[in-house]
């Protein structure tokens, strides 16, 4: 049990505790994160999804999983790559945001993210854009800390 069984709470910056077996997290396969469904705010001129609405989802959304999953969420985002827009979303679309975390160090992990436009009527989906993302944990200074003792 942690501190928090305790009724202290963690503070912002404070290193997590082990999640259990590290190594098992990052053979986990993609789960469903969240849904979204694409408004026209959302759109560009060619009534596509704006790519950068596609990422912002993304980075919110793998985040939220590598929190929920390492237990800890002081994290800032470092880098997105290898990002592939492999079709287009639509007004109406509902976008289906996966993540899995593909490795963990010292101070960061890095996850895949992928959203896919599901169509529950037809029972159909295929993916629109997929991408890494790596996030560092921070303390209250901003600086980069472990994530939790090994």
Not at 131 to 139: I, N, P, R, S, W
Request: net charge neutral; with cysteine; hydrophobic share 35%.
């Amino acid at each position: 049990m942690g501190s928090e069984a305790n009724g202290e709470r963690r503070r912002s910056g404070d290193r997590a505790e082990n999640p259990g077996n590290v190594e098992a997290l990052v053979k986990e396969e993609f789960s469903l994160v969240t849904q979204h469904m694409v408004m026209s705010e959302h759109l560009n001129p060619n009534h596509h999804i704006f790519g950068g609405q596609l990422l912002a989802w993304l980075d919110t959304d793998v985040y939220l999983h590598c929190t929920n999953r390492l237990r800890y969420k002081s994290m800032v985002t470092v880098s997105m790559n290898n990002v592939y827009f492999k079709a287009p979303g639509y007004l109406g679309d509902i976008i289906q945001i996966y993540a899995r975390i593909k490795e963990i160090r010292r101070s960061s992990v890095t996850a895949e993210g992928k959203a896919v436009a599901y169509d529950p009527e037809k029972q159909t989906s295929r993916e629109i854009i997929a991408c890494e993302v790596t996030y560092v944990a921070v303390g209250p200074n901003g600086r980069p800390v472990r994530l939790f003792d090994r």
